[in-house]
């Protein structure tokens, strides 16, 4: 298995060393570079296969929201995940930053444990998109004549799966199986299993996320509890209804990018899904159930 290959950008030398410091232990292919230009040159190579960026803010010449936005807008490019350090942690500079697409920040000066933690979080997420990704091509002519269909899942893995299976249904189905995952993941961690935002960022910070939903999936008052999704479209878009045996949260404060959040290893989800991957996101009251649409793709007669 190849190392993971992360590209680290900081005009201050020093800054770099300490990174490599924190990271040692982890066994990762380091490319470091001291401005964003040189940056854009790594990531321009057509062999070039970084699985993650990380990246200061703040630089001359080509700073970090330049660059990410040239990450961005690149097709090749754009799904690697950024992790953006910076010592500007005003709402403002939070916001910027996350309407240009980092999803992951860290602040200056950070400590080691910090550094490795979202790391894992941002690796893990890329991981479970390629994942999802690759099980896509298994079924490629599996729902061609599904009008309606009802399904029950209780795991992440099953989650997962299922995501990938009707996301087919969709004229993107990566960036759908993507929405569809985060939705009925959520469903089984904080729905059924009552896994909050902040017991995540504690599991996640000590590695133990996945874990824990597995022993809470053994216990008694979990046998039972399942996630519902009830997929059925009409002419123009796909419905896809997703609901928990849960007692509902306040999805209010997760429906947009919140600065408050944007330091945490996780907790954007449902924004990024709602911003990616649907034509339109609703939960009911109590919060536990959430209905989604997505356009039919067009079918061109052969």
């Not at 401005?35 to 993650?52: C, H, K």
């Not at 979202?118 to 599904?146: F, P, T």
Request: hydrophobic share 45%.
């Amino acid at each position: 298995m190849s190392k993971v290959s992360i590209l680290v950008v900081d005009d201050e030398p020093f800054n770099l060393d300490i990174v490599a410091e924190y990271l040692d232990e982890m066994d990762f292919d380091l490319v470091m570079v001291e401005s964003g230009e040189a940056a854009w040159v790594e990531l321009s190579r057509p062999d070039s296969g970084f699985d993650l960026v990380l990246l200061d803010r703040m630089m001359p010449g080509m700073d970090g929201i330049m660059l990410l936005k040239k990450i961005k807008a690149d097709d090749r490019l754009r799904s690697i995940p950024v992790i953006m350090q910076t010592a500007a942690t005003s709402p403002e500079q939070v916001r910027e930053g996350l309407a240009a697409g980092a999803f992951y920040y860290l602040t200056k000066p950070f400590e080691g444990e910090a550094l490795q933690t979202i790391i894992r979080s941002a690796l893990d997420d890329m991981r479970i998109r390629r994942e999802l990704k690759a099980s896509l091509a298994d079924h490629e002519h599996a729902l061609a004549c599904l009008t309606e269909g009802s399904f029950s899942i209780r795991t992440l893995e099953e989650a997962r799966a299922l995501a990938s299976f009707v996301a087919l249904l969709g004229a993107q189905p990566e960036t759908l199986a993507m929405g569809l995952s985060e939705l009925l993941v959520n469903g089984v961690e904080h729905g059924n299993l009552g896994i909050d935002f902040a017991e995540k960022s504690r599991l996640r910070e000590a590695d133990r996320w996945e874990e824990e939903v597995a022993r809470r999936l053994t216990l008694d008052e979990n046998r039972s509890k399942s996630v519902r999704l009830r997929v059925r479209g009409d002419d123009s878009r796909w419905i896809f209804e997703i609901q928990d045996d849960g007692p509902g949260f306040d999805w209010r404060r997760f429906l947009d990018f919140d600065p408050e959040r944007a330091f945490a290893p996780n907790g954007r989800g449902i924004a990024l899904s709602r911003q990616l991957s649907f034509a339109s996101l609703t939960y009911l009251p109590p919060g536990n159930q959430v209905v989604v649409t997505v356009a039919k793709p067009e079918r061109h007669a052969s």
